[in-house]
């Protein structure tokens, strides 16, 4: 990859090496929609929620707990804890922006997300001294966030047209399996979500979800406990 | 609670995790202990959310086989194979649809 002589090029770079990932971006933007119809949520609701959000697992996450009457607090608990990567998003992204403005690391920090923090670092290792960083990153934080709010609405319109027989909300669930099996990386990821899984099944009926909470800490403190050499 | 308060105090949230590094803490690091207990938090939250969702039907836990819980099997096993969440979620749909329709008849 070559580096980039003005922020024009910069910005437009960051669009075009956003374009491959659009595909993958719109599918989840659809099930998002259609399952936050199902628990209720208004098309204006929805699309408030992804704008303030901008995080696709943590939003499901949302939805699924509203759909089973959790408490306020432990969604939101639930929504943050989904969301923890971004405090290494954001770690590992500092030594790079650190030399823009504050307004500058406002503004690119609420687009952290998975897809534009990948590009971004690839682009960032390789380049460390590159011109026009903040630009890269705009462009395609703005593609994300134009396709992710235009997917989101999608679905939230479509959602009325679906009908409940059809079972979609199952989507949602797995969903999370995409995203969590991917995610074992070692056997201890593995002892501690099934850890995790086993007191979420046996601890559900505690009310407020509150079951959810017990079994992240548990399968958490196996890990730790077991440690593993990725560090 | 009010949606969008709701909304708004995740997206609070969500926003101090992106901006905590970047913004507030700039060289500051992590305890090492944080750190570890960090990386096991969204797997075991997924898990511990989708295994209620599969294993249980009307607040009881399932003891035989639903089209849920084959279809949440095949989902793993698709998820495990292709690293691809849209195969497992079409995949799991599928399989989940082509059960149900099966336990139907």
Redesign the interface.
Known sequence: METFKTKQEAFITGIRHFAPIVPGVIPFGLVYGVAATAVGITPLQGIFMSIVVLAGAAQLVAIELLGSGAAAWIIILSATMVNLRFLIYSASLTPYLKPYSLWWRIGLGYFITDQPYALSIAYFTEHPDAPHKQWYQLGHSLMLWFWWIVACAMGLFLGDFIPAEWGLTFAIPLMFIGIAVPAIKNRTFLVAAVVSAIVALFAAPLPNNFGLIIAVACGMTVGVLIGDDEE | ?N??L??????L???A???????F??NWE?P??F??????????????????????TD?M?AISFSP?II??IA??LI??RT???????AG??LI??LC?WIFSI
Do not use: C, H
């Not at chain 2, 709701?6 to 997206?11: H, K």
């Open positions: 609670m949606l969008f709701l909304f708004i105090l995740i997206g949230f969500t926003l995790e992106r901006l905590s590094f970047l913004v803490l700039g992590m090492p202990i750190l570890k207990a960090l990386r096991y938090a969204p797997v075991t939250i997924l898990f511990a959310l989708v295994s209620p969702s599969i294993l249980r607040g836990i849920k279809a949440g989902a793993i998820a495990w690293r691809n969440i849209l195969m497992t979620i799991g749909m989940f649809w149900q």
